[in-house]
C-alpha cells in the first residue's frame, strides 16, 4: 500500500527530486576508457568475489579491478614487471600478485619493454615495434618465464566458477586464453583486449585504441570464446565483454 502511495506522491514531488540530487553519488572510474563501470553493473552488489587480472598493470590507475577490491573483492595478479608487481603487494593486501608472463605454455619468452613500468610493455613482437614506430620509442627485450593460466590456478588452488578474468596484454591475449582450459575453470565474466588490425598501430594518424564491430565479432578470440559458450555483451574500445551462457 505505501509502496503505491509513494509510487504516485512522494516520487513525483520536487522536495524528492531535490532530495536525490543532493544524494547522488557520482561513480568513481579508475580504469582508462571506465570499462569497470560495466564490470560493477554485472556484478551489481556482489561482494566477496574473486577476480583473475593478467597484465594487471597497476593497483589503481588504469585498473578494471580496483573497484570490486573496494567492495570486498581479492583475486590474483599478474604481471611479468617486477615494480608493478611491488606496487601490488604494498596496495592490495588481500590479493595474490605473482611476477610472471603468462602465455600458453610454460616457457621462456621473449619481453619488450618501453620502461620498468609501462602499460604498453608486451610479450608481443609485432605490437612493439609498431608503437616503437608510431611514437618514437625504443624498448628492451628481455627473458620472460612464462606460465599458463592453468598451472597458476592450479598452483594457487583457485576455485573452477571464479567470477571474474581480465586479461591486458597488449596483443597477446589470445595466447593467454588458450593457456586456461575453459571447461574445467568457468568464470562468469571475461574481459580481454581485442586489436583488430595490428598494422594499423604503426600509423601516425591512426587511433589504436579502437576496434571495429566487425573486427571484433570476427576476431580469434571471440570464435575461440564461442566454442566454449562464451557471449559477447558489450565492447568499451579494445575491451570485448564475454559472459559464460548458462
Not at 614487471?81 to 596496495?91: A, D, G, P, V, Y
Not at 568457468?186 to 604503426?202: A, F, Q, V, W
Not at 566487425?214 to 564461442?226: D, V
Request: glycine content about 4%; overall charge positive.
Amino acid at each position: 500500500m505505501f509502496k503505491k502511495f509513494k509510487e504516485k506522491y512522494i516520487k513525483n514531488t520536487l522536495a524528492y527530486k531535490s532530495y536525490r540530487i543532493k544524494k547522488f553519488k557520482p561513480f568513481v572510474s579508475y580504469s582508462s576508457f571506465g570499462e569497470e563501470i560495466l564490470v560493477n553493473r554485472i556484478f551489481k552488489n556482489k561482494k566477496n568475489g574473486f577476480f583473475v587480472d593478467v597484465g594487471a598493470f597497476n593497483p589503481v590507475v588504469g585498473s578494471l579491478t580496483k573497484i570490486l577490491y573496494d567492495k570486498g573483492w581479492k583475486g590474483i595478479n599478474l604481471d611479468f614487471s617486477e615494480t608493478n608487481i611491488n606496487l601490488f603487494k604494498i596496495f592490495r593486501k588481500r590479493d595474490i600478485s605473482i611476477k610472471t608472463g603468462v602465455s600458453n605454455k610454460n616457457i621462456v619468452k621473449k619481453s619488450f619493454s618501453f620502461d620498468p613500468s609501462s602499460g604498453t610493455n608486451t610479450l608481443n613482437k609485432q605490437y612493439a615495434e609498431g608503437w616503437s614506430k608510431k611514437f618514437y620509442k625504443n624498448y628492451q627485450i628481455e627473458d620472460v618465464k612464462c606460465k599458463t593460466l592453468n598451472t597458476i590456478l592450479e598452483e594457487n588452488n583457485i576455485c573452477k566458477n571464479f567470477d571474474y578474468l581480465n586479461i591486458d596484454v597488449e596483443a597477446h591475449d589470445f595466447e593467454v586464453l588458450q593457456g586456461i582450459n575453459l571447461n574445467v575453470f568457468k568464470p562468469k565474466l571475461i574481459t580481454c583486449e581485442i586489436i583488430g588490425n595490428l598494422k594499423k598501430i604503426s600509423k601516425k594518424n591512426s587511433d589504436m585504441y579502437f576496434t571495429t564491430t566487425e573486427e571484433l565479432i570476427n576476431s580469434k578470440i571471440n570464435k575461440y570464446l564461442n566454442k566454449y559458450k562464451y557471449k559477447l555483451v558489450s565492447q568499451y574500445y579494445l575491451t570485448a565483454f564475454f559472459i559464460k551462457e548458462i
